[in-house]
T-cell receptor, first 111, second 120 residues
Framework: AQKITQTQPGMFVQEKEAVTLDCTYD???????LFWYKQPSSGEMIFLIY??????QNATEGRYSLNFQKARKSANLVISASQLGDSAMFFC????????FGTGTKLQVIP | DTGVSQDPRHKITKRGQNVTFRCDPI?????LYWYRQTLGQGPEFLTY????????KSRLLSDRFSAERPKGSFSTLEIQRTEQGDSAMYLC??????????????????FGPGTRLTVL
């Protein structure tokens, strides 16, 4: 079974609109962390946001928020007020004993 | 505080040659990770170090691959007898590291720019 599933290979969003990128995960561990990274065409992985399995509140970092639904094992990334510079690949990752990445979602922001 | 650096950024080699990549983590980060990323995929875990100790290796890390982190600072990843299937982006990341048992925000990994390997 896939540890991390990102079902949206590609997404389009209008500039200034909000967009949700989906991520579901599979683990039997009680302690785990969920991360989102952005990878622009330049190739560098940029850390965006972290959610711990014991955190009761959804994480937020500026325009990024993580919609964490533990019972459903989902950790969707919400980007508010999309900007042209948000066009990139977005990866969801989970750390248990090691880190597993999803296959990514390519986001394209349309002017 | 500088970020994670990797050298070289690009490497072109012929099949059968050996290559070595270097990664300098963020200073005072205890943990260092190596990943491989092929086109259209997410990074795949290869190995990680806690200080100088190599704590985990993926089964992807065949006997042609070896990684070291002497003195718990920079790390090297060597690929011997390269094959065309080794062509990929090799990413290094570091994290402050936290207490064992639970995952904390200090497990957040910060990535370097990667080394793109092309095996002809």
């Amino acid at each position: 079974a896939q540890k991390i599933t990102q079902t949206q290979p590609g997404m389009f969003v209008q500039e200034k609109e909000a967009v949700t990128l989906d991520c579901t995960y599979d683990t039997s561990d009680q302690s785990y962390g969920l991360f989102w990274y952005k990878q622009p065409s330049s190739g560098e992985m940029i850390f965006l946001i972290y959610q711990g399995s014991y955190d009761e509140q959804n994480a937020t970092e500026g325009r990024y928020s993580l919609n964490f639904q533990k019972a459903r094992k989902s950790a969707n990334l919400v980007i508010s007020a999309s900007q042209l510079g948000d066009s990139a690949m977005f990866f969801c990752a989970m750390r248990e004993r090691k880190v597993t990445f999803g296959t990514g979602t390519k986001l394209q922001v349309i002017p | 505080d500088t970020g994670v650096s990797q050298d070289p950024r690009h490497k072109i080699t012929k099949r059968g040659q050996n290559v070595t990549f270097r990664c300098d983590p963020i200073s005072e980060h205890n943990r260092l990770y190596w990943y491989r990323q092929t086109l259209g995929q997410g990074p795949e875990f290869l190995t990680y170090f806690q200080n100088e100790a190599q704590l985990e290796k993926s089964r992807l890390l065949s006997d042609r691959f070896s990684a070291e982190r002497p003195k718990g600072s920079f790390s090297t990843l060597e690929i011997q007898r390269t094959e065309q299937g080794d062509s990929a982006m090799y990413l290094c990341a570091s994290s402050p590291g936290g207490a064992s048992g639970r995952v904390f925000r200090t497990d957040t990994q910060y990535f370097g720019p990667g080394t793109r390997l092309t095996v002809l």
